[in-house]
């Protein structure tokens, strides 16, 4: 586990922005209590709490990850209009550093369209 610091820093904030998800015509997440979680150089990341998405167009895939600052990482496909396999991550169980993301899901981006409507 490394933690994050000068060269690598992490920042966790409420977003303060309502944030909607969809895959095609479908909604699966819509929420005013997004995260957003900025990392060293990557582009910001919105994580979305799981009660604002509707978990039953998800299903979770055997893929995961490690990032040494966050932990380890679950994917989930979205069965909706069409299937977008591992369309999202998630940190099940966090390390402490970055302990906000619990029970929050995270999209790519490419896979899904991120709208950031008016509150």
Do not use: Q
């Amino acid at each position: 586990m490394k933690v994050p610091g000068p060269d690598h820093p992490i920042s966790i904030s409420p977003a303060g922005k309502h944030i909607r998800v969809t895959a095609g015509d479908v909604v699966v997440a819509d929420t005013t209590n997004a995260l957003i979680l900025k990392e060293a150089t990557y582009p910001e990341v919105f994580y979305i709490p799981r009660a604002d998405t509707d978990m039953s167009v998800l299903a979770r895939t055997a893929r995961t990850t490690h990032c040494p600052f966050k932990g380890d990482a679950n994917y989930y496909t979205i069965n909706a209009d069409t299937t977008l396999d591992n369309a999202i991550w998630t940190y099940e169980a966090p390390f402490p550093s970055v302990a906000e993301i619990k029970d929050h899901l995270a999209f790519y981006p490419d896979k899904v369209k991120i709208e950031i409507l008016p509150v």
